[in-house]
Protein backbone atom coordinates (compact mmCIF):
# COMPACT_ATOMS: atom_id res chain seq x y z
CA UNK A 1 0.00 0.00 0.00
CA UNK A 2 1.35 3.62 -0.72
CA UNK A 3 2.71 5.42 1.95
CA UNK A 4 0.81 8.40 3.08
CA UNK A 5 2.95 11.78 3.88
CA UNK A 6 0.87 14.44 4.61
CA UNK A 7 1.94 17.77 6.27
CA UNK A 8 -0.86 19.78 8.30
CA UNK A 9 0.06 23.59 9.09
CA UNK A 10 -2.25 25.15 11.37
CA UNK A 11 -1.83 29.40 12.00
CA UNK A 12 -2.43 30.27 15.72
CA UNK A 13 -2.38 33.46 17.96
CA UNK A 14 -3.70 32.86 21.53
CA UNK A 15 -5.33 29.22 20.68
CA UNK A 16 -4.38 27.49 23.90
CA UNK A 17 -8.06 26.96 24.16
CA UNK A 18 -8.75 25.23 20.81
CA UNK A 19 -5.76 24.02 19.56
CA UNK A 20 -5.86 20.57 21.53
CA UNK A 21 -8.74 19.11 19.68
CA UNK A 22 -7.26 20.07 16.46
CA UNK A 23 -4.41 18.39 17.11
CA UNK A 24 -5.72 15.27 18.42
CA UNK A 25 -7.81 15.06 15.29
CA UNK A 26 -4.87 14.46 13.20
CA UNK A 27 -3.68 11.85 14.24
CA UNK A 28 -4.15 8.85 12.21
CA UNK A 29 -3.80 11.72 9.33
CA UNK A 30 -0.76 14.07 9.51
CA UNK A 31 2.54 12.55 9.36
CA UNK A 32 4.12 15.81 10.80
CA UNK A 33 2.05 19.31 11.81
CA UNK A 34 4.01 22.21 11.86
CA UNK A 35 2.02 25.31 14.16
CA UNK A 36 2.81 29.02 12.24
CA UNK A 37 2.41 31.37 15.60
CA UNK A 38 2.00 34.79 15.05
CA UNK A 39 2.51 36.38 18.88
CA UNK A 40 0.56 34.20 21.36
CA UNK A 41 0.97 34.62 25.10
CA UNK A 42 -1.35 32.35 26.32
CA UNK A 43 0.23 28.30 26.15
CA UNK A 44 -0.28 28.36 22.78
CA UNK A 45 3.54 27.55 21.81
CA UNK A 46 3.56 25.09 24.65
CA UNK A 47 0.50 23.30 23.92
CA UNK A 48 1.25 22.45 20.50
CA UNK A 49 4.86 21.34 21.21
CA UNK A 50 3.02 19.25 23.88
CA UNK A 51 1.41 17.20 20.99
CA UNK A 52 4.59 17.70 18.98
CA UNK A 53 3.78 19.85 16.44
CA UNK A 54 7.02 21.77 15.12
CA UNK A 55 6.58 25.41 15.80
CA UNK A 56 7.56 28.65 13.94
CA UNK A 57 7.17 32.19 14.74
CA UNK A 58 5.72 34.93 11.92
CA UNK A 59 4.81 38.37 12.38
CA UNK A 60 1.23 38.59 10.70
CA UNK A 61 -0.14 40.92 7.77
CA UNK A 62 -3.32 39.23 6.91
CA UNK A 63 -3.81 35.34 6.47
CA UNK A 64 -3.00 34.54 2.98
CA UNK A 65 0.52 36.59 3.66
CA UNK A 66 1.26 34.36 7.24
CA UNK A 67 0.17 30.78 5.18
CA UNK A 68 1.67 31.44 1.71
CA UNK A 69 5.01 32.20 4.04
CA UNK A 70 4.54 28.81 6.07
CA UNK A 71 4.45 26.89 2.54
CA UNK A 72 7.38 28.24 1.49
CA UNK A 73 9.21 28.05 5.09
CA UNK A 74 8.42 24.69 6.59
CA UNK A 75 11.15 22.27 6.07
CA UNK A 76 8.24 19.54 4.98
CA UNK A 77 9.25 17.11 2.15
CA UNK A 78 5.37 15.59 2.53
CA UNK A 79 3.64 14.56 -0.79
CA UNK A 80 0.29 16.33 0.70
CA UNK A 81 -0.77 19.85 2.78
CA UNK A 82 -3.39 20.14 4.59
CA UNK A 83 -4.77 23.39 5.97
CA UNK A 84 -6.86 23.57 8.77
CA UNK A 85 -7.62 26.38 11.50
CA UNK A 86 -6.85 26.07 15.07
CA UNK A 87 -10.93 25.70 15.88
CA UNK A 88 -11.72 23.09 13.21
CA UNK A 89 -11.78 19.42 13.72
CA UNK A 90 -11.53 16.32 11.01
CA UNK A 91 -13.97 14.08 11.54
CA UNK A 92 -13.78 10.11 12.22
CA UNK A 93 -15.54 9.62 8.96
CA UNK A 94 -13.72 12.41 6.83
CA UNK A 95 -10.03 11.03 8.71
CA UNK A 96 -10.60 7.89 7.47
CA UNK A 97 -12.18 9.04 4.02
CA UNK A 98 -9.09 11.20 3.87
CA UNK A 99 -6.34 8.26 4.19
CA UNK A 100 -7.59 6.78 1.27
CA UNK A 101 -8.42 9.18 -1.00
CA UNK A 102 -4.71 10.28 -0.88
CA UNK A 103 -3.03 6.74 -0.59
CA UNK A 104 -5.40 6.16 -4.12
CA UNK A 105 -5.24 9.53 -6.21
CA UNK A 106 -3.78 9.05 -9.44
CA UNK A 107 -1.37 11.60 -10.82
CA UNK A 108 -3.76 14.00 -12.15
CA UNK A 109 -5.56 14.62 -9.15
CA UNK A 110 -4.15 17.46 -7.27
CA UNK A 111 -6.75 18.92 -4.74
CA UNK A 112 -9.18 17.36 -2.14
CA UNK A 113 -12.43 19.32 -1.01
CA UNK A 114 -14.62 18.37 1.92
CA UNK A 115 -17.54 19.35 3.59
CA UNK A 116 -17.48 22.16 6.76
CA UNK A 117 -20.41 21.92 9.04
CA UNK A 118 -20.02 24.57 11.62
CA UNK A 119 -20.97 23.73 15.56
CA UNK A 120 -22.44 26.79 16.92
CA UNK A 121 -22.72 27.22 21.08
CA UNK A 122 -23.18 23.38 20.81
CA UNK A 123 -25.37 22.88 18.26
CA UNK A 124 -24.42 21.71 14.69
CA UNK A 125 -26.33 23.83 12.23
CA UNK A 126 -27.70 22.60 9.10
CA UNK A 127 -30.10 25.32 7.43
CA UNK A 128 -29.55 28.56 6.75
CA UNK A 129 -26.81 27.82 3.68
CA UNK A 130 -24.26 26.39 5.88
CA UNK A 131 -24.15 23.03 5.15
CA UNK A 132 -22.15 21.43 2.88
CA UNK A 133 -19.73 24.35 2.13
CA UNK A 134 -17.27 22.49 0.24
CA UNK A 135 -13.68 23.68 0.73
CA UNK A 136 -10.85 22.90 -0.60
CA UNK A 137 -7.94 22.05 2.05
CA UNK A 138 -5.78 19.29 0.45
CA UNK A 139 -2.98 19.74 -1.91
CA UNK A 140 -0.46 18.44 -3.32
CA UNK A 141 3.07 20.07 -2.31
CA UNK A 142 4.06 22.99 -4.81
CA UNK A 143 0.52 22.75 -6.59
CA UNK A 144 -0.94 25.66 -4.23
CA UNK A 145 -1.17 28.26 -2.55
CA UNK A 146 -3.46 31.07 -0.84
CA UNK A 147 -4.71 33.83 -3.20
CA UNK A 148 -3.77 37.37 -1.76
CA UNK A 149 -6.99 38.48 -0.59
CA UNK A 150 -7.62 40.35 3.04
CA UNK A 151 -10.98 37.71 3.77
CA UNK A 152 -12.65 35.15 2.11
CA UNK A 153 -8.92 33.67 0.75
CA UNK A 154 -8.87 30.34 -1.51
CA UNK A 155 -6.61 28.37 -2.32
CA UNK A 156 -5.24 28.75 -5.75
CA UNK A 157 -4.04 25.49 -7.53
CA UNK A 158 -1.52 25.46 -10.49
CA UNK A 159 -3.28 22.36 -12.61
CA UNK A 160 -4.85 19.28 -12.11
CA UNK A 161 -8.29 17.45 -11.25
CA UNK A 162 -10.35 18.64 -7.44
CA UNK A 163 -12.09 14.94 -6.48
CA UNK A 164 -14.66 15.32 -3.58
CA UNK A 165 -13.93 13.19 0.00
CA UNK A 166 -16.92 12.96 2.04
CA UNK A 167 -16.63 13.57 5.84
CA UNK A 168 -17.23 16.61 7.96
CA UNK A 169 -14.79 18.90 8.68
CA UNK A 170 -16.21 20.23 12.08
CA UNK A 171 -15.82 24.59 12.42
CA UNK A 172 -16.18 24.33 16.56
CA UNK A 173 -17.66 27.73 17.80
CA UNK A 174 -16.79 27.41 21.29
CA UNK A 175 -15.81 31.17 21.76
CA UNK A 176 -18.13 33.19 24.05
CA UNK A 177 -20.16 35.87 21.67
CA UNK A 178 -18.24 38.84 23.51
CA UNK A 179 -14.68 37.09 21.65
CA UNK A 180 -16.31 36.30 19.02
CA UNK A 181 -18.13 39.51 18.16
CA UNK A 182 -15.07 41.03 18.09
CA UNK A 183 -12.80 39.12 16.08
CA UNK A 184 -15.91 39.66 13.21
CA UNK A 185 -15.38 43.34 13.74
CA UNK A 186 -12.03 42.70 12.90
CA UNK A 187 -13.01 40.51 9.76
CA UNK A 188 -15.35 43.67 9.00
CA UNK A 189 -12.38 46.41 8.49
CA UNK A 190 -10.48 43.75 6.60
CA UNK A 191 -13.51 42.76 4.02
CA UNK A 192 -14.01 46.17 3.41
CA UNK A 193 -10.02 46.60 2.31
CA UNK A 194 -11.33 43.92 -0.22
CA UNK A 195 -14.59 45.38 -1.47
CA UNK A 196 -12.75 48.71 -2.24
CA UNK A 197 -9.51 47.27 -3.77
CA UNK A 198 -9.70 47.69 -7.70
CA UNK A 199 -7.11 44.62 -8.09
CA UNK A 200 -8.76 41.55 -10.02
CA UNK A 201 -10.37 38.80 -7.81
CA UNK A 202 -9.61 35.37 -8.69
CA UNK A 203 -11.71 33.22 -10.49
CA UNK A 204 -13.34 30.36 -8.87
CA UNK A 205 -15.05 27.31 -10.02
CA UNK A 206 -17.68 24.73 -7.70
CA UNK A 207 -19.49 26.08 -5.11
CA UNK A 208 -16.97 28.78 -3.97
CA UNK A 209 -16.67 29.81 -7.60
CA UNK A 210 -20.62 30.25 -7.11
CA UNK A 211 -20.90 32.42 -4.31
CA UNK A 212 -18.09 34.45 -5.15
CA UNK A 213 -19.95 35.38 -8.54
CA UNK A 214 -23.13 35.96 -6.67
CA UNK A 215 -21.77 38.34 -4.08
CA UNK A 216 -19.79 40.64 -6.37
CA UNK A 217 -22.78 41.13 -9.39
CA UNK A 218 -25.86 40.46 -7.14
CA UNK A 219 -25.62 41.18 -3.19
CA UNK A 220 -22.77 44.04 -3.81
CA UNK A 221 -25.24 45.91 -6.26
CA UNK A 222 -27.65 46.18 -4.01
CA UNK A 223 -28.01 49.36 -1.63
CA UNK A 224 -26.08 49.39 1.36
CA UNK A 225 -27.74 48.36 4.46
CA UNK A 226 -30.74 46.96 3.15
CA UNK A 227 -28.67 44.15 1.43
CA UNK A 228 -28.01 42.93 4.76
CA UNK A 229 -31.57 42.49 5.34
CA UNK A 230 -31.84 40.89 2.04
CA UNK A 231 -29.58 38.31 2.89
CA UNK A 232 -30.81 37.46 6.47
CA UNK A 233 -34.21 37.13 5.05
CA UNK A 234 -32.71 34.74 2.55
CA UNK A 235 -30.68 32.44 5.14
CA UNK A 236 -33.30 32.46 7.97
CA UNK A 237 -36.49 32.18 5.92
CA UNK A 238 -36.03 30.96 2.67
CA UNK A 239 -32.89 28.65 3.41
CA UNK A 240 -35.02 27.22 6.28
CA UNK A 241 -32.48 28.98 9.17
CA UNK A 242 -35.10 29.16 11.85
CA UNK A 243 -35.05 25.19 11.77
CA UNK A 244 -31.88 25.40 13.52
CA UNK A 245 -33.54 26.40 16.82
CA UNK A 246 -32.07 29.02 19.32
CA UNK A 247 -28.50 28.86 18.43
CA UNK A 248 -29.75 29.14 14.34
CA UNK A 249 -31.20 32.59 15.58
CA UNK A 250 -28.24 33.63 17.22
CA UNK A 251 -26.14 32.64 14.42
CA UNK A 252 -27.84 33.83 11.40
CA UNK A 253 -28.69 36.87 12.89
CA UNK A 254 -25.42 38.33 13.74
CA UNK A 255 -23.31 36.60 11.37
CA UNK A 256 -25.60 36.54 8.40
CA UNK A 257 -27.31 40.31 9.07
CA UNK A 258 -25.27 41.98 11.87
CA UNK A 259 -22.04 41.00 10.21
CA UNK A 260 -22.93 42.43 7.09
CA UNK A 261 -24.42 45.51 8.35
CA UNK A 262 -21.39 45.95 10.29
CA UNK A 263 -19.32 45.91 6.55
CA UNK A 264 -21.81 48.15 5.51
CA UNK A 265 -21.71 50.79 8.20
CA UNK A 266 -17.29 50.61 7.53
CA UNK A 267 -18.03 51.68 4.16
CA UNK A 268 -20.48 54.14 4.51
CA UNK A 269 -17.84 55.73 7.39
CA UNK A 270 -14.67 55.58 5.12
CA UNK A 271 -17.53 57.42 2.21
CA UNK A 272 -16.97 53.95 0.19
CA UNK A 273 -21.22 53.58 0.09
CA UNK A 274 -20.66 53.79 -3.72
CA UNK A 275 -19.26 50.35 -5.03
CA UNK A 276 -17.85 51.52 -8.09
CA UNK A 277 -15.97 49.69 -9.98
CA UNK A 278 -16.14 46.83 -7.52
CA UNK A 279 -18.23 44.60 -9.73
CA UNK A 280 -15.99 45.20 -12.63
CA UNK A 281 -13.15 43.21 -11.13
CA UNK A 282 -12.10 40.43 -13.63
CA UNK A 283 -11.26 37.11 -12.75
CA UNK A 284 -8.03 35.69 -12.72
CA UNK A 285 -7.27 32.50 -15.28
CA UNK A 286 -6.15 30.23 -12.06
CA UNK A 287 -7.94 27.82 -10.62
CA UNK A 288 -9.07 28.37 -7.64
CA UNK A 289 -11.18 25.97 -4.89
CA UNK A 290 -13.00 27.32 -1.90
CA UNK A 291 -11.02 27.87 1.87
Known amino acids: ?6 AAIVLTKNEERDLPACLEGLEGLATEVYVVDSGSTDRTVAVAEEHGARVFS ?8 QFNWAVDNVPSAAEWVLR ?20 EAPGDVTG ?48 GKVRRVQGDLIHDIPKDLTEWTAKHNWYASRE ?17 GTKRWLKQNVYLRFPLFYRAMFYWFYRYFLKLGFLDGRQGLVYHFLQGFWYRFLVDAKLYEAGAGSRGSVGDRAGSPERVAGR
Open 1 to 6: MKKLTL
Open 58 to 65: HSFINYAT
Open 84 to 103: IDADERIGDRLREALVSALR
Open 112 to 159: FEFARRVRFLGRELRYGDTYPVWLLRVWRRGEGRCEDTWMDEHIVLRQ
Open 192 to 208: CQDITSHEAAAALEGQA
